[in-house]
């Protein structure tokens, strides 16, 4: 099943069915150009995965750490399919990175790794927007990846069967594809993840867990569109534009 939020023409936001050209709620169906799609979720926060993929970890002149790198986006990082992102003026690089993100479905704290798919509700797309420039330069990587709309989330929310264990993930700028992988070459599987983040942090219903990006990031420029498309999912759109 895919769900989506959406703000429809009264400026209600609400939860419905999404059916590719449109989406509907209670007894009434919308055209796509007539509502707002939202992200997927409104998050307390988003619990950040990094060098989970040793090709992104190797092109970083890194390695697969000895457990999950973990890192904070918060609210403010939120942005929705469709959007136009506005990204940090006077910077020299700011990477796209497509990544599998994971939406917390009910408050999870100490959860084994067995029982962590319970506390899934799905999974969407999202790209971790990173200021290349400032992340270089501070270890806390707030200005590096914290920034405003650093975390364009959607289209839907895809229920954990509608995605499969080897799903493909892939990220196109301007119909040019720059990363493609799947996602059974995470190093750390989203049980383990969901494991290791809750022996430390409670996540609430809403909450997001950003998987990690495999190699190929690069940077964007002004007027660029990206996509990012998970198999089951779908594909996530959203414009670029910097002052």
């Known amino acids: 099943m ?10 209600s936001i609400r939860t419905g069915e999404w059916h590719g050209d449109s989406v509907s709620f209670a007894d009434e169906t919308y055209d796509l150009d007539a509502v707002d799609v939202l992200a997927p979720s ?3 926060k988003i619990v950040c995965i990094g060098r989970n993929y040793a090709d ?58 067995d029982d962590a798919m319970e506390y899934v509700a ?24 914290a920034f ?9 929310l895809a ?16 119909g040019e594809t720059r990363q493609s992988s799947s996602r059974d070459h995470l190093a750390f599987s989203v049980p383990d993840l969901v494991e290791e983040i809750t022996t430390y942090l409670t996540l609430e219903p809403g909450d997001v867990i950003a998987t990690g990006t495999p190699a190929g990031v690069g940077p964007l420029e002004d007027g660029d569109t990206v996509e990012v498309e998970l198999e089951g999912v779908g594909v996530l759109e959203h414009d670029v534009r910097i002052p």
Do not use: Y
């Open 122 to 145: 799905g999974f969407t797309c999202l790209n971790d927007l990173s200021n290349r420039d400032d992340q270089r330069q501070e270890t806390n990587w707030v200005r590096g990846k």
């Open 42 to 44: 409104d998050p307390t």
């Open 148 to 156: 405003d709309n650093a975390a364009p989330m959607g289209p839907v």
């Open 56 to 113: 992104h970890a190797a092109e970083m002149d890194n390695e697969i750490p000895d457990r999950p790198l973990l890192f904070l986006k918060p609210p403010n990082a939120v942005a929705g399919h469709g959007d136009t992102v506005t990204l940090p003026a006077g910077k020299e690089r700011i990477d796209h990175e497509a990544e599998m993100a994971v939406v917390v479905g009910e408050q999870a704290r100490n959860v084994d790794a």
């Open 159 to 174: 229920s954990p069967d509608e995605v499969p264990a080897d799903a493909e993930i892939e990220l196109r700028v301007n």
């Open 2 to 11: 895919h769900t989506v939020r959406f703000r429809d023409p009264a400026g």
